[in-house]
């Protein structure tokens, strides 16, 4: 899930939402919104964690389009986006976008293939705090950054040096599209907010990794394989979305922050849930260092998306 940084400058594998927080409203009964936001970010990291089953058979490239496409046709059907009479800028706009999705959630889904989901997920989250310590002026901002590339070192360490550096390097790849992604989501939902500018950002992010997707050739197109894609579309977009846009309704920017800092141990606790994948002493240190450091830089402004 991704959602765009409210005063901060511009949120594995997740989804995108083109919204903004808002300021928090009192009604009758508890707010259910923090739940909402935390079963979003599980949602995302189940899809990712269904999509590995793919892998094997698709590879990870075609999975990640797979899943972009049928996003892209779940989405276009929902919200019917006017296609006609959007500027040049406009189109700009939303191609840089779909742009950063397609780098994201591909680079993204390559590192789960190589590292463990908690670890992949804990790397890409460097996207949003790069960003909004870039949009800070507040110096304290530089011990988040110091906690974090600590915690990032104390993650990638074994993985550098046991076979897995591509994971590490896709998962920074990864980071860099979520980053780019904050960034112009801001300007593509200052153009066209709600689902318009999400699906069409997600088909233009589909079209883009086309030849990538079809590579499989008759593979893609087995009832098994595209069940589950569609699962993983479902999981991974849709359902986040849907539940992200409810729940930006009625938080803070703050609190939003701090929950969505939290995915990278959603990300551990689901890849041990269903993949089985264990975090070392080291690994599990790494991600509460970058989740703190996260906490601490996005606490003062906000935002976020979906990886993977």
């Known amino acids: 899930m991704r959602i765009e940084m409210a005063g901060a400058g511009a949120g594995p594998g997740a989804t995108p939402a083109v919204a903004r927080p808002r300021a928090a409203t009192r009604g009758r009964g508890p707010n259910l919104s923090p739940a909402l936001l935390v079963v979003a970010s599980t949602s995302v990291f189940v899809g990712t964690a269904m999509a590995t089953s793919l892998f094997a058979t698709v590879g990870w490239g075609a999975t990640a389009g797979l899943r972009l496409g049928l996003a892209a046709i779940i989405l276009l059907a929902i919200a019917r986006p006017r296609v006609r009479g ?4 406009e189109w700009g706009r939303l191609t840089l976008l779909g742009g950063t999705l397609a780098v994201m959630g591909t680079a993204f889904y390559g590192a789960v293939d190589r590292i463990p989901l908690g670890v992949a997920a804990t790397i890409e989250f460097l996207g949003p705090l790069t960003v909004a310590v870039i949009g800070s002026r507040r110096r304290r901002d530089l011990l988040w950054v110091g906690l974090a590339l600590g915690g990032v070192a104390a993650l990638s360490g074994a993985h550098w040096g046991g076979g897995s550096a591509a994971g590490v390097g896709l998962a920074l790849v990864a980071a860099a599209g979520l980053g780019g992604y904050l960034v112009a989501s801001q300007r593509v939902g200052d153009q066209a907010g709600g689902l318009d500018g999400l699906a069409l950002s997600v ?5 883009m990794v086309l030849p990538w997707t079809l590579s499989p ?5 087995s009832p098994s394989v595209l069940a589950v894609g569609a699962a993983v579309a479902v999981a991974g977009v849709v359902v986040p979305t849907a539940l992200e ?3 930006l309704r009625h938080l803070r920017a703050g609190t939003v922050a701090i929950l969505l800092s939290l995915e990278p141990a959603i990300a551990a ?13 080291a690994e599990a240190l790494g991600a509460l260092l970058v989740v703190c450091a996260s906490i601490g830089a996005l606490s003062g402004g906000l935002t976020r998306a979906t990886t993977g």
């Open 203 to 207: 088909a233009i992010a589909a079209l």
């Open 245 to 247: 846009m409810e729940a």
């Open 217 to 221: 050739g008759g593979a893609l197109l």
């Open 269 to 281: 606790a689901v890849g041990f849930g269903l993949l089985g994948q264990r975090l070392t002493a």
């Open 86 to 89: 959007r500027s040049r800028g």
